[in-house]
């Protein structure tokens, strides 16, 4: 009896299968995180895919695939089917940054459709709240008194807020020393025990609650809602000035139809409550764009990124 | 007062100490299958913690940590095969005594250590954490850089086997630790040209093939009847099963000096509980009388490292509870939990809103206690899994070596990497070079580069280099501290000399 009631079970779900074959989508979708555990872009990769599975109705399949400085969990991206069963999570650096730097397996302009972004981190220049510096004016005019005696860092070495921010410093004929770093948190430790006067790093948020530190400037595009009094570089009329997106690619060629369905999926993510509260509590912003928005913005920010490290004397 | 009651009373709801008690459970039953260390595992639960309080999230988070510290050394006594990165020191002592019959004893001093080293930096984190993390802000990279470098100096000295073998050993194991992107101008370096190494050699393909892999190699060279016994037997002899009390009690010191500087370790950010079982380890040699006896199996040199990379664990969350900075990935992990439950750490959430806090030191006292009741259960589970045969045993040891690696981030590179360290392991064994050097050699190396060039690059920056660096209080004393255990040292080592030259002049 029971035998047989699962017997017809299957058939039914088997039957079932075929006639949704058509609809995207019908089975589980890998989603690549080419980062270990962990990190702000794993957790809000997982949240999205939890999200999304909810809407879709189908199962996420989240893999890790870490290293080579995210290029290898998006060249494995890159190299799968276009059928939107296989997708992965992007941050700048891999895709508008790093492949000007150095050789990438992939080329981010062909090899990548750009599904859409839902988040922009903001990558602000901190200092002390000892007093030492409370405006980016007084930085540049420290810097060009005592050349080489200000030292800063930035959590990602060559990523876009570095950049941005040397910029800045080059466009004043300032000369700094800039320290590389082991990542944001090692950073703040610096930045408070005066190893350096200058971080440019995402995760500050605790730090700033605790009044040990303040905003003098925004690398991205918009100025900080935590700091809406410090300017962004943009507005000081420096040259470079970077978006922090996270966002979801796919490889080369998705069909419209999928592109149209996660348009719909990630608009109504970023949207949702949960959505809101998660970003308030990380404190950063959701920010919606859709596949072809997406696309205009990492091509116009590759393009700004390329010229920006052949100026600089960084470019491979 | 109010608050601290009301922190302790939240945790101690049945929601909480069922959580606590789950996530230690899963820790060390997690902890003691290789590859899968407890930072992967919490990572994948995060998500789900946003759904729950604070009070009852957390300590799960907790509890999972601290129970694969000791699961992992589960299997690094048992089958030479730490269950993570943190236990591959356990390794040096814990599987000679496995291998005399003492698995049960050296589990047993494994588990006491872990707990004694909890409580120790868990009480340290609640009565001292603003003091601790204030001091260790003083530490910038040139003060790592001293103790790195004493650390790798002292090495050559106390490491036992021939003074040149130790050495080179020690500089393979540099070698090795450089491979990657230049800390510096982020260029590829001794990569030959694969992308999977531009973050490094991996540590855990590293301690799984040098260690788990090398002994499979070995016992394969072994006459076949070995196959058909199993690797470990367990005597019979009652003393050989439990930790006596004045046992305990002569490890006493060794514990607290361990628990001290793992302490120290887990307040400073970016040094990891892997580094502070090597550094216990290494000193408890080199402060012991008998330092001969290390790594044949002594109940100090299970101690010294368990005691240690727990300590860690604790103090982790002192940077993190003073400043709001992560120590190293497990203390990210729980900010960013709090974060996500809308709790700041640091100090103006002690005065604002303190009541998760205390809830989630009273959780961390708990989950000791549990740790040492279920850390029993697994002693006693783990015993029977380690009694099949070797020809069962050493193949599903292979499997799960090569499934570890992979599942750290889906590599199928770094399951190459487990083998062909292993063959590197078993060779150098059969050389006779010791291992610890060139583990320690590893491990420090990108710490001790990078803060030397930082260091380089600041002094570049000031107008006076000398001047800066001794005006840094913690510089100097860590200068006038190294020069005495140096002549410590110094004195040890030429009283030996002549106690072998007096001794070999009897003899002839």
Same mark, same amino acid.
Not at chain 1, 241 to 255: C, K, N, R, T, V
């Given at each position: 009896m029971i035998d047989r009631i699962v017997k017809s079970a299957l058939a039914l779900v088997l039957t079932a299968g075929a006639a949704v074959a058509q609809d995207y989508p019908s089975e589980p979708i890998t989603l690549i995180v080419p980062y270990s555990p962990g990190g702000n872009g794993d957790i809000t990769s997982r949240f999205v895919a939890d999200q999304a599975s909810d809407i879709l109705g189908v199962k996420f399949i989240v893999e890790n695939r870490a290293g080579g400085g995210a290029f290898i969990g998006i060249n494995s991206c890159a190299n799968a089917d276009p059928d939107g069963y296989t997708i992965c999570f992007i941050s700048t650096s891999p895709i508008t940054v790093r492949p000007h730097v150095i050789d990438a397996p992939y080329d981010p302009m062909k090899d990548l459709t750009y599904v859409g972004q839902f988040l922009l981190s903001k990558q602000p220049i901190i200092a002390r709240s000892d007093g030492k510096f409370t405006s980016l004016d007084d930085v540049i005019a420290y810097a060009k008194e005592k050349p080489g005696q200000l030292r800063w860092s930035a959590a990602v070495p060559r990523g876009g807020p570095h950049l941005a921010t040397e910029a800045m410093f080059r466009a004043e004929g300032a000369v700094t020393t800039f320290l590389p770093s082991k990542g944001g948190a090692v950073e703040l430790a610096n930045l408070l025990s005066g190893t350096i006067d200058l971080a440019v790093i995402s995760d500050y948020g605790p730090a700033l609650d605790n009044g040990e530190i303040v905003i003098l400037g925004e690398t991205s595009p918009g100025r900080n809602p935590q700091a809406p009094d410090a300017p962004t570089l943009s507005e000081l009329g420096y040259p470079l000035? #970077? +978006?922090? =997106? =996270?966002? #979801? +690619?796919?490889?080369?060629? #998705?069909?419209d139809d999928v592109i149209a369905v996660w348009d719909d999926t990630l608009k109504q993510i970023t949207e949702s409550e949960e959505f809101t509260t998660l970003m308030e509590r990380i404190k950063t912003k959701g920010a919606y764009l859709s596949s072809a928005d997406f696309t205009a913005q990492v091509r116009a920010d590759y393009e700004a990124m390329g010229k920006a490290t052949q100026k600089f004397g960084l470019a491979k | 007062m109010e608050s601290i009651l009301a922190g302790i009373s939240l945790a101690l709801t049945w929601e909480s100490i069922t959580a606590v008690f789950i996530g230690l459970l899963a820790g060390q039953l997690l902890g003691a299958i290789p590859g899968l260390t407890a930072t992967m595992t919490v990572a994948l639960l995060i998500p789900y913690t946003y759904y729950l309080d604070p009070w009852v999230g957390i300590p799960m988070l907790i509890g999972m940590f601290k129970g694969s510290l000791f699961g992992s050394s589960v299997t690094a006594i048992l089958v030479k095969t730490p269950g993570t990165p943190a236990a591959a020191a356990t390794v040096l002592d814990g599987y000679p005594m496995a291998q005399q019959g003492k698995g049960e004893k050296a589990c047993k001093m494994a588990l006491y250590s872990s707990v004694f080293g909890d409580g120790f930096s868990d009480i340290v984190l609640i009565f001292g954490a603003s003091f601790l993390a204030a001091i260790a802000l003083n530490f910038g990279p040139a003060e790592y850089t001293l103790l790195v470098a004493f650390s790798l100096l002292t090495m050559g000295f106390v490491s036992g086997a021939k003074v040149w073998k130790g050495i080179v050993a020690m500089l393979l194991g540099m070698l090795i630790g450089i491979v990657g992107l230049d800390p510096v101008t982020a260029t590829p370096r001794l990569t030959l040209g694969f992308l999977e190494l531009e973050e490094g050699v991996g540590l855990i393909p590293m301690l799984i093939g040098f260690l788990a892999i090398a002994e499979v190699l070995r016992q394969m060279e /072994?006459?076949? *009847?070995?196959?058909?016994?199993?690797? @470990?037997?367990?005597?019979?002899d009652p003393a050989d099963r439990r930790v006596s009390w004045p046992e305990f009690r002569r490890c006493l010191p060794t514990l607290f000096k361990s628990s001290s500087m793992g302490t120290a370790v887990g307040a400073l950010p970016g040094i990891s509980a892997t580094v502070a079982a090597f550094l216990a380890y290494?000193? $408890?040699?080199?402060? !012991?009388?008998?330092?001969? *006896?290390f790594g044949k199996g002594t109940l100090e040199g299970v101690a010294a490292p368990e005691s240690a990379n727990n300590a860690v664990s604790g103090a982790n969350l002192i940077p993190l509870m003073a400043f709001g900075i992560p120590g190293d990935i497990a203390a990210a992990l729980i900010l960013s939990a709090l974060l996500i439950q809308g709790i700041t750490p640091g100090p103006v959430v002690f005065r604002d809103n303190p009541e998760p806090i205390y809830a989630i030191f009273t959780a961390l006292l708990l989950a000791n206690l549990f740790n040492l009741l279920l850390g029993h259960g697994l002693i006693k589970v783990a015993r029977r899994v380690v009694a099949v045969p070797k020809r069962v045993l050493f193949p599903a040891v292979l499997v799960i070596a090569a499934a570890g690696a992979f599942a750290m981030r889906g590599s199928v590179f770094d399951i190459q990497l487990v083998f062909l360290f292993g063959l590197l392991g078993w060779g150098l064994t059969k050389l006779a070079f010791p291992t610890v050097p060139l583990l320690i050699g590893f491990i420090l190396m990108p710490i001790l580069e990078s803060n030397l060039r930082v260091s380089m690059l600041i002094a570049s920056s000031v107008p006076d280099p000398l001047l800066y660096f001794f005006q840094r209080p913690a510089f100097v004393t860590l200068i006038i501290v190294m020069l005495l255990l140096l002549? /410590?040292? /110094?004195?040890? @080592? /030429?009283?030996?000399? !002549? $106690?072998?030259?007096?001794?070999r002049l009897k003899e002839g």
């Open positions: 000035e #970077l +978006a922090s =997106f =996270f966002g #979801l +690619a796919a490889p080369d060629g #998705l069909p | /072994l006459p076949r *009847k070995h196959l058909a016994m199993s690797t @470990v037997s367990f005597s019979a290494n000193e $408890a040699r080199r402060a !012991s009388r008998n330092p001969e *006896k002549a /410590l040292i /110094l004195r040890r @080592v /030429l009283r030996d000399n !002549s $106690a072998a030259r007096a001794s």
